[in-house]
C-alpha cells in the first residue's frame, strides 16, 4: 500500500526556521504533483506549496519569499523549507501527492498523516 509519512513539525519561536519532510513508502508506478497544504483550527485546509514532477513549482502569496518547496525524485521525497515563520503559519501541515499504482490505473490523491507547526510569539 502506499503511505506518505512526514516529518519535522514542532514548536518554534516566531522568525525561527523548520524543515517539513514527507517520504512516499509502498509500490507505485509514478508519481506526479506532490504539495504541501496546512490547516489552522476552525479553517479549511489550504495549499501552501506545490511541486511537479519535473520541478516546476506553486507557493501560495502569504508564504513566498519565506517557504521553499523541493523533491528528490529518486526518494519519493518532498521537502518544504520554512524560513522566518510567524503565529499565523500555525496549523496542521499535511503532505499530498498525486500517485499511480500501476501504468494501468488513473493517478489517485494520497495524504499523509499531517505534522503539527506551532510558531510562539
Known amino acids: 500500500q502506499v503511505q506518505l509519512v512526514e516529518s519535522g513539525g514542532g514548536l518554534v519561536q516566531a522568525g525561527g526556521s523548520l524543515r517539513l519532510i514527507c517520504a512516499a513508502s509502498?509500490?507505485?508506478?509514478?508519481?506526479?504533483?506532490m504539495g504541501w497544504y496546512h490547516q489552522a483550527p476552525g479553517k479549511q485546509r489550504e495549499l501552501v506549496a506545490v511541486?511537479?514532477?519535473?520541478?516546476?513549482?506553486n507557493e501560495a502569496d502569504a508564504v513566498k519569499g519565506r517557504f521553499t518547496i523541493s523533491r528528490d525524485n529518486a526518494k519519493h521525497t518532498v521537502y518544504l523549507q520554512m524560513h522566518g515563520l510567524k503565529p499565523g503559519d500555525t496549523a496542521v501541515y499535511y503532505c499530498?501527492?498525486?500517485?499511480?499504482?500501476?501504468?494501468?490505473?488513473?493517478?489517485?490523491?494520497?495524504w499523509g498523516q499531517g505534522t503539527q507547526v506551532t510558531v510562539s510569539s
Open positions: 499530498h501527492a498525486k500517485i499511480r499504482p500501476h501504468w494501468y490505473i488513473r493517478e489517485y490523491d494520497y
Open positions: 509502498g509500490s507505485f508506478f509514478s508519481i506526479n504533483t
Open positions: 511541486i511537479t514532477s519535473d520541478g516546476m513549482t
